[in-house]
């Protein structure tokens, strides 16, 4: 097996990876990266070659995962894109949304290039995209060959699959983003234990041990407490969120803890795509059980649209929660225009409940001290950061220790690192290399093929 990382950049970036295995070639993820405009955010589709390409597995909707796929889509009309079923309608979704934004930034941020693919691209490919129902194996064949594909529910966001193929007496596993936990709107993970000959294996959170005695559940309740303490001191309460999976996660963490007497009544806000894709996880959720999401709960909540006219340095009057996207609060979104709302003010609080990157703007608040100055590049406004900033472990990503567990249980020959930072990848590399019992841990370099 021969595997590619097409992400010239190397991180979590613009995730694809190419598979040659036997006479097969394919693709798992075609993703934009989440910190680079233009063009420069495609993987590098090049190395592709001319030789067709018989598929794209989708691992799940996040757009790190699936921006680029009418870019490669374009260039090989031959292949054909399989992923669940529910990710079938999310990435249709995802995809219109992401041309919306690209048309939006062309005006805004005045690059030409944009958009990378138009809506009616995107409603063509469409009907390229194969649902592979989970647990069930799906047999393709080439040139006297056949190679075996079955989806296992991988947690993380509805719709999100980790990956067995089979092929001669060869299994490789690709975790795709994984989280074992369960979350509220989704199970955890439901993998097979292996043995695998190679696993692929996220490692977004490998810098980040978690602190003792925290779980989900008390990381959930130490959130709803400072929403609490914050709207009740009047401030008003941050949660940027990605809009698919966090979103609707927080507003069922927030129905449970008001029905239970938790929360206090306050006025909640939302904004952006999660309110859509809101919609869509309801409707999937009478034909999937394993997806969990009753639409009526933001009635429930009475969920108010986000007020028009945001000031930087100007706190909303009436304290309140706000549910907005982006999860890393990137410029030009709700959450980043919020937060220079918030941040210079005592009282008030921004709460990160999501992986975020240490270059983006939410990562960077995090890494900036109480009192320290913070820039709003985007917004042309700094201020000393007074609101008070916290994280809460409530990731959709998999805890590096249940990752390594995971990854020892499996006995592979090998294991191939995806998706993270250098350090996250370093401790990774360390830590499954330390009891000898597995041969090969290969972190490989971008655009460069190993040999598995
Ligand atoms: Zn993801
Ligand atoms: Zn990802």
């Known amino acids: 097996m021969i595997l590619t990382d097409l992400n010239p950049s190397g991180g979590i970036g613009s995730n694809s990876l190419l598979v040659e295995l036997g006479p097969f070639r394919f693709l798992i993820d075609a993703g934009l990266h989440p910190k680079i405009v233009g063009r420069a955010a495609v993987p590098d589709f090049s190395r592709i070659g001319d030789a067709p390409l018989d598929f794209v597995l989708l691992t799940h909707c996040h757009l790190d995962h699936l921006g680029a796929l009418p870019v490669v889509l374009r260039n090989h009309p031959e292949a054909l894109v399989l992923m669940s079923p529910p990710s079938v309608i999310l990435a249709e979704r995802m995809l219109h949304n992401s041309c919306n934004v690209m048309l939006r930034q062309r005006e805004e941020e005045n690059l030409p290039e944009y958009p990378l693919y138009t809506h009616s691209e995107v409603d063509r490919q469409a009907r390229r995209f194969l649902p592979v129902h989970f647990g069930q194996t799906r047999t393709l064949h080439k040139g006297g060959e056949s190679i075996a594909i079955t989806l296992h529910l991988a947690g993380h966001v509805p719709g999100a699959a980790g990956v067995l193929i089979e092929h001669r007496h060869r299994k490789v596993f690709f975790t795709g ?213 916290e994280r809460f472990e409530l990731t959709g990503h998999a805890d590096r220790d249940e990752l390594v567990a995971f990854a020892r249980g499996a006995s592979p020959r090998a294991v191939v690192l995806t998706h993270g930072d250098p350090p996250a990848r370093a401790w990774f590399a360390q830590t499954l290399a330390a009891d000898g019992t597995i041969p090969t841990i290969i972190d490989p370099r971008p655009l460069t093929p190993v040999e598995v």
């Open 177 to 389: 983003d994984v989280l074992f936990e369960p979350q509220l709107i989704v199970p955890g993970a439901d993998f097979p234990t292996g043995p695998f000959d190679t696993v692929v294996l996220e490692t977004t959170r490998g810098a980040t041990g978690r602190a003792t005695g925290n779980t989900r559940t008390s990381e959930s309740a130490r959130l709803i407490e400072t929403i609490r303490h914050v709207i009740e001191g009047g401030g008003s309460v941050l949660l940027p969120v990605f809009a698919l999976g966090r979103m609707q996660e927080m507003f069922t963490l927030l129905h449970q803890a008001r029905n239970e007497g938790r929360l206090p009544a306050f006025p909640i806000y939302g904004a952006g795509l999660g309110l859509d894709l809101a919609g869509y996880l309801d409707r999937l959720s009478r034909r999937h059980h394993q997806i969990r999401f009753k639409h009526r709960i933001l009635k429930e909540l009475r969920l108010r649209p986000l007020p028009r006219k945001l000031v930087p340095g100007r706190p909303p009057r009436e304290p309140g929660l706000y549910v907005l996207s982006s999860g890393m609060m990137v410029e030009n979104t709700p959450s980043y225009g919020l937060a220079a709302c918030l941040a210079g003010h005592h009282h008030q609080a921004i709460c990160f409940v999501g992986y975020c990157d240490p270059d983006t703007p939410g990562g960077k608040l995090l890494a900036t001290r109480h009192g320290e100055v913070f820039v709003f590049d985007g917004l042309a406004y700094q201020t000393p950061v007074q609101a008070r900033i």
